[in-house]
């Protein structure tokens, strides 16, 4: 059993990025928007970010994660179109294979960039609409790898409060 946590920058370092409005800003368009630049490091191997749009299911919880990838050439950012949660299971790399798994929440107004050959599940949205922008890297050669666990991880949400 893994409880997934609400996701912080903090936490999540080890694996990539939270995308969330916060920090320096610039004012543009007449005042009347905030610019935050620069929120995720898109980091992208013989090829070049590419903008996609993913249209998922959402999942009921408990949820169990069987399947974890990483991308070796290029980081994964995933931006909910729509106000939403997701669930953000991670692994550490151990040898070539996942680690041992952590579970987050992202909330509404959240996004994560996943770091380049970080161990990761399925898009997972748990509310909302489902549909995401996604930034990653497009181009040639083999930049996925998948690992069926022996045993799916069920994922539960923490308790609030």
Known sequence: ?????PITAEDFAPFGEVVELGG??????EGFC???????TLDIVDGAP???LFNAEIRSLPYDCGLLERHPLGSQCFIPMRNAEFLVIVAPDAGG??????AFVAGAGQGVNIG???WHGVLCPISGSGLFA???????GPNLE????PEPVTVTLAPEG
């Open 1 to 5: 059993m893994l409880t997934a946590i």
């Open 24 to 29: 320096e800003f610039k004012t543009i368009n």
């Open 34 to 40: 905030r610019r935050y630049s620069d929120l995720a």
């Open 50 to 52: 590419g903008i996609s």
């Open 97 to 102: 294979r996942p680690g041992a798994p952590r």
């Open 116 to 118: 380049r050959n970080v």
């Open 134 to 140: 996604v930034v990653d890297r497009i181009g040639p």
């Open 146 to 149: 998948e690992v069926r666990l």
